[in-house]
């Protein structure tokens, strides 16, 4: 059902209703345009309401697959009307679109024997894809143009001409290859886990000392994106936040030379820096990048999603929660956030999670978050919707152990926090031993004082004063750590964690104190 939904959303955003198409593609009144309607109205979320929809119709639910198979093809047939030449898009992603459509039909009339036509368009289409330094279309193109030049028009001069800018532009698809495929084997690294990794570092070093000289000798697109990239992964996997931040200011300036438009790059390595002026705290250049970068991005898409990220761990670490509340409700209630990859939604139910901690300790009132969101917090059911962030060990999984011993705390329910300290001490043994998990280790260790201590806020604070001297002593933008980890500064979370224990010993008080 995703991809129904998908299509649907992409062409209900265009002018295709307005201008009339729609109509044609989707004959009014017919058993597609009902299906269409209540998939773009969000009636149908999922296979079992799309079953539910045909039964209300008194449908035979046999014939559903069909019906879904044919909306989806009339919907794929309707791609090439779709007008992509909207405000939002850049120049280079419009001419990307436009490229490819004439690519398409150039090579549909070259293949149908109308070849002055087909010949003239690929022509045309050659500058532009030149200029866009679209690669791959330009070798697709003067391939297709050399075979028409010697074996149809027998022309010496343009064939030589053709065939020599091909051999070219084959030198640089070479070079941009090998280095997206570098960038593609150091990225995997990074999409189920946030920990720091010392070897994604070493390998981006080897890498960029390969394409460094490509780069010298080429300004290309994609060439300078994916190679530059690579040279921030040597340090960003390293959190050197200092000179990430300038590879980054670099990279912003050499794309702003171009004679286009290219909207990409740019929020890229504006993203990159956002992360390193909130580590370095920042906090006011960063604020101005996430403006500029808001119109940047399409609302929606991934990149979309990752720009609020940044802004709602801004917000948190600035203490602003009442905006860090409302970046929340902005994303939680876009209609595109359930059809997002993993990576985005369990993040964010995790960021819903220290919003909802927020709540309980009074740093935020019920009414800073959307009614959907007020109801109480179920630690089950989000353990259940961060199944893959849970497995990363030394990445995600820390906020998520944090978050469930701290609701344990503050709803005075100290029996299930002794019995998830248990556990928590096992795996602090086990996982938390590297220096970049280092103030995660220290973090840990002092929620681990408080059943020792009968969760008094004197006792525990006096106990845990020199693991805290410790984590102060290795703050955030030196600490070899990915900045997600700590959705809260562990020293304002650890603030608001003492502040919700007890003045008065609890019913734990024969406990006998842990070892730190």
Not at 333 to 352: A, L
Not at 472 to 478: A, D, F, L, Q, Y
Request: aromatic fraction near 12%; include cysteine.
């Amino acid at each position: 059902m995703r991809d129904l939904i998908e299509l649907a959303n992409l062409l209900n955003k265009t002018k295709l209703k307005s201008n009339g198409v729609l109509d044609i593609i989707l004959e009014p009144g017919s058993k597609m345009q009902h299906l269409y309607d209540a998939i773009v109205s969000q009636r149908i979320q999922s296979d079992d309401d799309a079953l539910d929809w045909q039964l209300e119709s008194d449908e035979d639910p046999s014939k559903l697959p069909n019906l879904k198979n044919k909306l989806k093809d009339r919907m794929l047939d309707s791609v090439f009307l779709l007008d992509f030449k909207e405000p939002g898009f850049s120049d280079r992603q419009k001419a990307y679109f436009e490229c490819y459509k004439k690519w398409a039909a150039g090579m549909i009339l070259v293949m149908r024997n109308a070849k002055v036509s087909g010949i003239d368009l690929l022509e045309k289409l050659l500058r532009h894809s030149m200029r866009f330094e679209f690669t791959e279309l330009t070798c697709d193109i003067l391939r297709v143009l050399r075979i028409h030049y010697s074996t149809n028009a027998g022309d010496l001069k343009k064939y030589e001409h053709t065939r020599e800018q091909l051999h070219h532009y084959q030198e640089i698809w070479h070079m941009e290859n090998q280095v997206e495929d570098f960038y593609t084997e150091l990225i995997i690294r990074y999409v189920n886990s946030k920990a720091t990794k010392m070897e994604v570092s070493e390998q981006a070093k080897v890498f960029y000392s390969i394409v460094k000289p490509y780069m010298e000798k080429c300004d290309s697109f994609k060439l300078q994106i994916f190679g530059r990239l690579i040279q921030v992964f040597g340090y960003s996997s390293v959190n050197d936040y200092v000179t990430t931040a300038k590879l980054c200011e670099d990279a912003v300036q050499f794309f702003d030379k171009k004679d286009y438009d290219s909207g990409f790059p740019l929020q890229v390595f504006y993203y990159n820096l956002i992360t390193c002026y909130l580590q370095l705290r920042e906090f006011e250049k960063g604020r101005y990048i996430i403006e500029r970068c808001q119109n940047l991005v399409e609302r929606g898409s991934f990149n979309w999603f990752k720009l609020q990220e940044l802004f709602f761990l801004l917000a948190m670490h600035t203490s602003h929660y009442e905006a860090a509340a409302q970046v929340l409700n902005q994303v939680m209630d876009d209609p595109r956030f359930e059809n997002q990859s993993f990576q985005i939604t369990e993040m964010w139910k995790i960021y819903q999670a220290y919003v909802h901690f927020l709540v309980k300790v009074g740093k935020l009132s019920s009414g800073d978050l959307s009614m959907q969101r007020t109801a109480k917090f179920k630690l089950g059911k989000f353990l259940n919707e961060t199944p893959v962030f849970s497995k990363d060990k030394r990445g995600m999984n820390i906020p998520i152990l944090v978050i469930q011993i701290l609701f344990a705390l503050v709803e005075r329910d100290y029996q299930q926090c002794i019995d998830r300290m248990d556990g928590i001490e096992k795996y602090c043994s086990r996982y938390l031993k590297q220096n970049d998990t280092f103030r995660s280790n220290c973090f840990i260790k002092m929620v681990l004082q408080m059943p020792a201590y009968a969760f008094h806020r004197d006792r525990v604070t006096r106990h845990s004063q020199k693991l805290y001297e410790m984590l102060c002593s290795v703050p955030m933008e030196v600490a070899n750590q990915t900045y997600e980890i700590e959705i809260i500064p562990y020293e304002a979370l650890w603030q608001i964690t003492i502040n919700a224990l007890e003045r008065a010993p609890s019913k734990q008080e024969g406990l006998r104190p842990r070892v730190s």
